[in-house]
């Protein structure tokens, strides 16, 4: 089994950065493949980048292609996501989820197994 713990998130001015971080409890941490998924106020969670245990890039939603950088540190048993230019438009609540070790369907809340308590990020314009 294992435990995620977010943390990170904040409130931020328009053009600014934040850097989440997941960290991953359990010696089968570096086993999954590691999401990060956001949900604003009366939307659907949406997927925002992946990371898989191999040297497969990783993914990104286009919404945040050229901003968001997630990287994993296998030795802390964390996953990063640095955001930058950070946009009202990316405030939501930010989860990370442990599932599948490569990217087939990152997206999908469905295939992962394990969630962490989410961290809020706001961004005022």
């Known amino acids: 089994q294992v435990q995620l713990v977010e943390s990170g998130g904040g409130s931020v001015q328009t053009g600014g950065s934040l850097r989440l971080a997941c960290a991953g409890s359990?010696?089968?941490?570096?086993?999954?493949?590691i999401a990060w998924f956001r949900q604003a106020p009366g939307k659907e969670r949406e997927g925002v980048s992946f990371?898989?245990?191999?040297?497969?890039?990783?993914y990104y939603a286009d919404s945040v292609k050229g901003r968001f950088t997630i990287s994993r540190d296998n030795v802390k048993n964390t996953v990063y996501l640095q955001m930058n230019i950070l946009k009202p438009e990316d405030s939501a609540i930010y989860y990370c989820?442990?599932?599948?070790?490569?990217?087939?369907?990152?997206?999908?809340?469905?295939?992962?197994?394990?969630w962490g308590q989410g961290t809020q990020v706001t961004v005022s314009s």
């Open positions: 359990g010696s089968t941490f570096t086993n999954y493949g």
């Open positions: 989820a442990a599932g599948p070790r490569h990217g087939f369907s990152w997206s999908r809340p469905s295939v992962y197994t394990y």
């Open positions: 990371i898989g245990t191999g040297d497969d890039s990783p």
